[in-house]
């Protein structure tokens, strides 16, 4: 089993900035796929980012958002930059094991980020 518990999230003025924290505990995430996604009202959980032996970037992030691991402590980050109004949403640390043995995944419990314009 894997708890994921995301951090960081919060209020900011558009064109700031936010880090968001991801910690890892239970069994050791180092050969999981670690991602961020997120989810506005009335809309579907959207991918960002994701971190394996490589990065992915959704369009509407790149270049903006970047994703990254810190395996020896059980760490994922998504550092947020230049971020607009319509980035406000909960945001989701996942842990995708379907290159693991397990063939599991695990979501945290969502940090709010709001972008005022």
């Known amino acids: 089993q894997v708890q994921l518990v995301e951090s960081g999230g919060g209020l900011v003025q558009a064109g700031g900035s936010l880090r968001l924290s991801c910690a890892a505990s239970g069994r050791t995430v180092s050969s999981y796929t670690m991602g961020w996604f997120r989810q506005a009202p009335g809309k579907e959980r959207e991918f960002l980012a994701s971190?394996?032996?490589?990065?992915l970037y959704a369009d509407s992030v790149k270049g903006r958002f970047t994703i990254s691991r810190d395996n020896a402590n059980g760490m994922v980050y998504l550092q947020m930059n230049s971020l607009k109004p319509e980035d406000t949403a909960v945001y989701y640390c996942n842990a995708d094991g379907k290159y693991t043995q397990y063939k599991d995944a695990y979501w945290g419990q969502g940090t709010q980020v709001t972008v005022s314009s």
């Open positions: 971190v394996s032996a490589h990065t």
